[in-house]
């Protein structure tokens, strides 16, 4: 074989070698997530975080999967019932295309005979509280109404409404209880883009201390990032020497713990919490603040 044809032969065996490796990066970089079809994963891990709250984490497809859901997104479960009939419920999860092979929920188990309103509790949540490790769900996803594409820029699409695309320069932000979950999201996301100058402040309200979830991560995240990210608490039932706010949410809080409404609505207010607490405590106080509906998005 003369120099030539061995310097052809060297150059497609390289190139075959590099089409090869391109196809197999692909292929691995291929999400975990379908938007169109429900697909089971396994249950590999299950923490206790509260007296009514847990962490769930599923394997993904491999230890380099990413999880392919959008900043502002979040993920059906699905689970058939002893009654043959399906139970669809949405949750977003705490970790995100950061965290490769696997990815974390924190749901609150609502369990029968505990709220006299829901006496039979929250089914999804009761089955997921009685899965054990190695156990599988149907999870279906990306789905929801807002995306949020980077640098203060984001979509929202509304019932009946053409998509918008608005930019913020501030998030207010506004949970209760597991409402903090796609706050969370946003907030890690923002922060670990050195470019996103998005500033973001947090009520969070609960009925205890003991109630409120990640709140190690949540103080963490605001000494690490105090120019970008501040929050304050409000509890129903504090304890002795509490040294936030007490209470429902009003406009006093909002006023004073918020960014104000801003004329070129670069000021967004984030919410995401019990239905009554958004319709009664955050809606009408924004709106007396100055807030349109242009200005905020509920999940």
């Known amino acids: 074989m003369d120099d030539t044809l061995k310097l052809a032969c060297t150059i497609v065996a390289i190139a075959g070698s590099v089409i090869a490796a ?20 396994e249950l590999t891990k299950i923490d206790q975080v509260s007296h009514d709250t847990k962490r769930f984490t599923f394997k993904l497809a491999t230890p380099k999967t990413r999880l392919g859901l959008p900043i502002g997104q979040h993920i059906s479960f699905r689970f058939t019932g002893a009654d043959g009939k399906g139970v669809q419920r949405s949750y977003t999860p705490i970790t995100g295309d950061e965290t490769l092979g696997s990815v974390t929920f924190m749901i609150k188990i609502y369990k029968a005979g505990v709220h006299p309103k829901f006496p039979d509790g929250g089914k999804m949540s009761q089955h997921l509280d009685g899965l ?9 996803g990306p789905k929801g109404h807002m995306d949020y594409k980077g640098r203060g820029v984001f979509t929202v699409k509304q019932m009946r409404k053409p998509l918008q695309t608005r930019k913020a320069k501030h998030f207010g932000m506004i949970a209760g209880g597991t409402g903090l979950t796609p706050m969370l999201q946003v907030i890690t996301g923002i922060l670990k883009d050195p470019k996103d100058k998005t500033t973001m402040s947090l ?23 105090p120019d970008r990210f501040r ?10 020497n509490w040294g936030h706010s007490t209470g429902f949410i009003n406009k006093e809080m909002i006023q004073r713990h918020l960014p104000a409404a801003s004329s070129d609505k670069s000021t967004q207010i984030l919410m995401c919490g019990p ?7 955050c809606l009408p106080n924004l709106e007396a603040l100055g807030f349109g509906e242009d200005e905020w998005f509920t999940f």
């Open 22 to 41: 391109m196809f197999l990066f692909k292929k691995e970089q291929k999400p975990a997530m379908s938007a169109t079809e429900f697909q089971p994963f």
């Open 132 to 140: 054990k490790v190695g156990d599988s769900v149907d999870l279906r």
């Open 203 to 225: 009520i969070y309200a609960n009925q205890t201390e003991d109630d409120i979830l990640m709140r190690k991560e949540i103080e963490a995240l605001a000494k690490q990032y």
């Open 231 to 240: 929050f304050h608490y409000t509890l129903d039932r504090p304890p002795n």
């Open 275 to 281: 239905p009554p607490m958004i319709k009664f405590a």
